[in-house]
């Protein structure tokens, strides 16, 4: 049997005492025949004011309940007063040109979550929320819009206008809290942002430190959540943030952007990006690391045929955080854009993070730093048919397109032209045991260098723009094979078949 379903009334509540039976004779503009799994209930006819008049909490909170579909007629509707439902087995919230209108943070009453369904603890068994438009273009009305905490859900085509900006939580929470469900998110639209807390009334309650995030998904989720064709542009604290690591969060199209943190970020085993836009062409004053995606743990973790755009570049464009376990970036497209204050890196893989694989990924990097990192640790990395090129200069931010300081590595085909200024270099080994083969690295400076102990190099075409030699020994030690390298090599090699053009 489910849990009897809980609701917290408002003040305004009083419909339900005094005018139960005219709702229950009236209200139900298409009443359940014998069989039927729901009711239908048109708000308007069970006494909701579609002009925006008056609030809607107490016909709501009335007309809540098991299997019921509350269906909302074309108009605006007030609301100063948050909803609570917990506990159902069937709820649906579907609009027709449906605006919810809430009121400013300091008239609105309670806790300022507009809608929420489910509790991690009482959630909701089945939730389906679409077609409905939620209007925060009035000055501090941003609020939390949707907070469902459920078993499964579908939540749809929702579109939040106007800039939230009460410095409180963000418009959106969805957490699976059955470990076995799956809900899905399809076409949410977040366009307009949201404005850090200093810069807010801080009315909003409770207030957070930075200001909102997007769309959170919290540490009570624990099944399977699909994010499809969503938008979400301006955030302070992350865009699309999963904040915990027992469930899995799979992303499929949509554009994220300008988003300050993150504009994704996942954490939980297979976790997944497919087919996203993520872009930075405009920071505000506080904006100051606007990662692409941040991967923040779990196992055989994907990104994939992804298109990310840093055109104000101030974070790295893919993190890949010490608690992954293993992760695979490929078939992804990334651009950081000219820029004399970053020096970030296109791919960072941080220290301590565990087996990671880049496959196919394009990166033209055109402002100073690494186009891929990779910090020390035990996993194994490799790097296999990417392409690196552009116009980075190596004057700051690091000499050289790819940096590996992680023992083992493997580069297998790569292709990397690097003709800026600034010493700039295509390949540092700083590891030891590590692997090239195949692939081309050309660089304005020595095109490879090499820093760690027992590294093999095969198959390569190594050259410099000026004329540098193509590979640089400075300590350490390196056998090279069957290898075509202009200039020669500085330093001493062991190994042979190679080829020394001038």
């Not at 014998?34 to 709501?60: K, M, Q, R």
């Not at 957070?208 to 604290?237: A, E, M, N, Q």
């Not at 300008?258 to 836009?277: F, K, M, V, W, Y």
């Not at 390196?478 to 001038?502: A, F, I, Q």
Request: proline content about 4%; charged content about 25%; overall charge negative.
């Amino acid at each position: 049997m489910p849990e009897t379903p809980t609701k917290t009334l408002g003040r305004r509540s009083f419909l339900g005492t005094v005018g139960a039976a005219a709702v229950g004779s009236a209200a139900f503009s298409g009443q359940a025949s014998a069989g039927s799994s729901y009711e239908t209930i048109n708000i308007v006819d069970a006494g909701a004011d579609n002009t925006g008049g008056e609030s809607i909490t107490p016909v709501l909170e009335d007309v809540l309940g098991n299997r019921r579909k509350i269906y909302f007629p074309p108009g605006e509707y007030y609301i100063d007063e948050g909803v609570r439902f917990t506990g159902f087995d069937k709820l649906w919230l579907i609009g027709d040109d449906a605006t919810i209108v809430p009121a400013p943070a300091d008239e609105f009453d309670g806790s300022h979550r507009i809608f929420k369904f489910g509790t991690y603890y009482s959630p909701g068994d089945w939730l389906r929320i679409g077609n409905l438009t939620f209007d925060f273009r009035a000055d501090n009305t941003g609020l939390r819009a949707i907070q469902a905490q459920v078993n499964d859900c579908y939540i749809h085509d929702i579109d939040f206008v106007g800039e939230h900006d009460t410095g409180t939580h963000g418009p959106m929470l969805v957490d699976i809290v059955d470990e076995d469900s799956t809900g899905a998110v399809d076409r949410i639209r977040m366009p307009d942002g949201g404005a850090w807390t200093k810069n807010t009334d801080r009315d909003g309650n409770p207030d957070v430190r930075w200001g909102p995030t997007g769309f959170i998904v919290s540490p009570y989720h624990s099944g399977k959540l699909w994010v499809r064709d969503c938008v979400i542009d301006g955030f302070p604290d992350n865009g699309l943030y999963d904040s915990g690591s027992a469930g899995r969060v799979v992303v499929r199209g949509g554009r994220f952007s300008n988003c300050n943190t993150s504009n994704i970020r996942l954490d939980g085993d297979e976790s997944t990006i497919q087919n996203a836009t993520i872009v930075v062409d405009d920071a505000r004053d506080a904006d100051n690391n606007q990662r692409g995606i941040r991967l923040d743990g779990g196992e055989n973790c994907w990104v994939t045929d992804c298109e990310i755009v840093l055109d104000q570049p101030n974070g790295h464009a893919i993190t890949v955080m010490p608690d992954i376990t293993s992760a695979k970036i490929q078939d992804t497209n990334i651009r950081l854009a000219s820029s004399d204050e970053s020096n970030d890196a296109a791919v960072m893989v941080s220290e301590g993070a565990g087996d990671v694989t880049l496959d196919n990924v394009s990166i033209d990097m055109n402002c100073p730093g690494q186009a891929i990192e990779i910090e020390p640790g035990n996993g194994d990395v490799l790097v296999e048919e990417c392409t690196v090129t552009g116009e980075a200069s190596g004057s700051e931010g690091g000499r050289n397109a790819i940096r590996c300081e992680r023992d083992g590595s493997r580069f297998y085909g790569n292709v990397v032209e690097q003709p800026g200024p600034g010493y700039r270099r295509a390949l540092c080994l700083e590891a030891d045991d590590c692997i090239v083969s195949k692939g081309s690295y050309e660089a304005t400076h020595h095109p490879v260098i090499n820093h760690g102990s027992g590294n093999v190099v095969t198959q390569i075409t190594a050259s410099s723009y000026d004329d540098y030699e193509g590979i640089k020994v400075s300590d350490g030690s390196l056998n090279l094979y069957w290898s075509t390298v202009y200039e020669g090599v500085s330093g001493d090699v062991g190994g042979y078949g190679n080829e020394y053009p001038s």
